[in-house]
């Protein structure tokens, strides 16, 4: 029988080659990438790590937030420096704690932090040699411990950890951890994007719920004796027929906006199709979208502009009335001119091909990756956005306009 100590498993690995300091931007940290394949490595970076992830591939994350769990201070009555490291939450104000020198620290010993601040009393000892601790202060335990503890660094870490964010992963958010899951470090919001836009799997997924629906509806049809998977298609084939006469019948089209026009009158002509123009359109789409399809409804019926940049006139009339009710202070009336305001800018996006609710959802992920940058860099420098003022936010929010 072969017995192995943990010393078996030690390597020499030079003081100067461990990384003191993190990398700065965190994901242009250096990555080692081995092709099982053909044996070959790459030296690549972690920001090149969204190109070898797959639509089968699971990314689990640990969205552990590290605490400052190292709290330094003395025994009480003989000043010897001592260490606490926070490890589990039993009750309250109780913990599961490591403490060092384990046999100055004995129960009903007791130990101060920060000249009295917080005090901590030693209860029992745990299986694995720790200690169980009761602690004793005034005012909110974790701001105590977020003024007075420290993060707890490998142990092969000496530089000072300036910035506390810095050790934590950018999707951090359940507070406890009493050590950083340290893989997630490199990660950055735009690695993270990278690779949310490569989810095929998913939207392959969501496409097989829709085809399950359509199936199943199909088999109660057809219990019933109503219809079934094949009256379900002819249906659809006869309605693409039928609203399509430029493909399979004698009406010709010239160009998209004539085949729009054709669309729309067609299938007034439709059995039980709509009655008016308008009639088609869903009650519960969103107000964006469904501004957008009357817009365009009635503009394949001739309901429209002769020149589109006529619109701008309508845009800025309408922010002229908008500005009028404000001013009078009137909340109701405002609100309709808001809302003429918007309709008259989705008509303009509408005239000029862009689609309204496609523009503001691709400012929403602009908004949010430059204000994540903010809040990030806030983080790694140590502050709270409350407690920063509006310049130095202003300042930062230009440095997120250079990386988009």
Same mark, same amino acid.
Request: glycine residues 6%; negative net charge.
């Given at each position: ?8 498993f ?11 300091t ?29 190109? *070898?992830?797959?639509?089968?591939? /699971? ?16 025994? %009480? ?16 104000? !109780? ?6 020198? +384990? ?7 007791t130990?101060? *932090? ?12 745990t299986?694995? +040699? ?42 951090? #958010?359940?507070?406890?951890?009493a ?7 490199? *990660? ?21 719920? !829709? ?20 009256? !379900? ?13 430029h ?21 007034l #002509? ?6 008016? !123009? ?11 979208v ?8 009635v ?11 006529d619109?701008?006139?309508?845009v800025?009339e309408?922010?002229? %009335?908008?500005?009028a ?28 091909? /862009?689609?309204p609710d ?12 430059? *204000? ?14 409350k407690?920063?003022?509006l310049?130095e936010?202003?300042t ?9």
């Amino acid at each position: 029988m072969i017995t192995l100590k943990t010393s078996d498993f030690d390597y020499n690995l030079p003081e100067e080659r461990i990384a003191q300091t993190p990398m700065e931007p965190r994901d242009h940290s250096r990555l080692l990438v081995y092709n099982r394949a053909d044996r070959s490595i790459q030296h690549l970076h972690f920001y090149d790590l969204p190109q *070898f992830l797959t639509p089968k591939d /699971i990314l689990v994350v640990n969205e552990t937030k590290v605490i400052p769990a190292r709290l330094l201070g003395e025994k %009480e009555g003989t000043g010897v420096p001592v260490e606490l490291l926070l490890l589990k939450r039993l009750e309250k104000d !109780v913990w599961e704690t490591l403490v060092r020198p +384990g046999r100055r620290l004995k129960p009903g010993a007791t130990c101060t *932090f920060g000249n009295g601040l917080l005090r901590a009393e030693i209860i029992d000892s745990t299986d694995d +040699g720790g200690r169980r601790v009761r602690f004793h202060y005034q005012g909110v335990f974790e701001e105590l411990l977020d003024q007075l503890g420290q993060m707890p660094l490998p142990p092969y870490i000496h530089e000072k950890l300036e910035n506390k964010g810095r050790y934590q992963t950018v999707y951090a #958010k359940q507070e406890g951890s009493a050590a950083a899951p340290t893989a997630g470090l490199h *990660f950055t919001p735009a690695v993270l994007e990278a690779i949310d836009r490569k989810d095929d799997a998913l939207l392959c997924e969501e496409l097989g719920d !829709v085809l399950l629906h359509v199936c199943f509806y199909a088999k109660i049809g057809s219990e019933k004796g109503d219809f079934d998977i094949a009256d !379900v298609c002819h249906k659809l084939c006869d309605k693409l027929i039928f609203r399509h006469p430029h493909v399979y019948g004698e009406y010709a089209a010239n160009n998209a906006k004539e085949v729009c026009e054709m669309w729309e009158q067609v299938k007034l #002509k439709e059995k039980d199709g709509n009655k008016t !123009v308008l009639g088609g359109i869903p009650e519960a789409l969103p107000a964006l979208v469904k501004a957008y399809r009357i817009q365009d409804k009635v503009a394949n019926v001739g309901f429209d502009w002769e020149k589109r940049e006529d619109v701008w006139a309508k845009v800025k009339e309408e922010i002229a %009335e908008f500005e009028a009710e404000v001013e009078n202070m009137d909340e109701e009336k405002a609100t309709e001119e808001f809302g003429d305001l918007l309709f008259a800018m989705v008509n303009a996006a509408r005239l000029y091909k /862009i689609r309204p609710d496609n523009a503001l959802e691709k400012t929403n992920a602009k908004f949010i990756r430059r *204000f994540n940058y903010i809040e990030q860099q806030a983080k790694e420098k140590g502050l709270s956005l409350k407690d920063m003022t509006l310049n130095e936010m202003e300042t930062l929010w230009q440095e997120a306009k250079k990386h988009n």
